[in-house]
């Protein structure tokens, strides 16, 4: 099993920016497809954004335009870059494969406020 420890949250003013890192154990790693999910206080876990094993992505009508995934395989990393983020961005991050194997690890808090 591919092991993901994801990293690289923190607080943020509205209109900042943050990169998120997610680091796989395995090279096979390369083979799945990949999202990055999210989950604010009292709602569900979604999908923001995913990438498949040939780097084809898509995104939540939500983040479109403003986050941008992407994977370096060699590296066994999966990275969301989000760009000017809103206070609606707040919420635990995860990563995991699309769709997900329900082995979710502790995510990284991303917190946007003034």
């Known amino acids: 099993q591919v092991q993901l420890a994801e990293s690289g949250g923190g607080l943020v003013q509205p209109g900042g920016s943050l990169r998120l890192s997610c680091a796989a154990s395995r090279s096979i790693f390369r083979l799945y497809n990949m999202g990055w999910y999210r989950q604010a206080p009292g709602k569900q876990r979604d999908l923001v954004a995913s990438i498949t094993s040939g780097g084809s992505t898509n995104y939540a009508d939500s983040v479109k335009g403003r986050f941008t995934i992407s994977r370096d395989n060699a590296k066994n990393t999966l990275y969301l870059q989000m760009n000017s983020l809103k206070p609606e961005d707040t919420a635990v991050y995860y990563c995991?494969?699309?769709?997900?194997?329900?082995?979710w690890g502790q995510g990284t808090q991303v917190t946007v406020s003034s």
């Open positions: 995991n494969p699309n769709p997900p194997n329900g082995n």
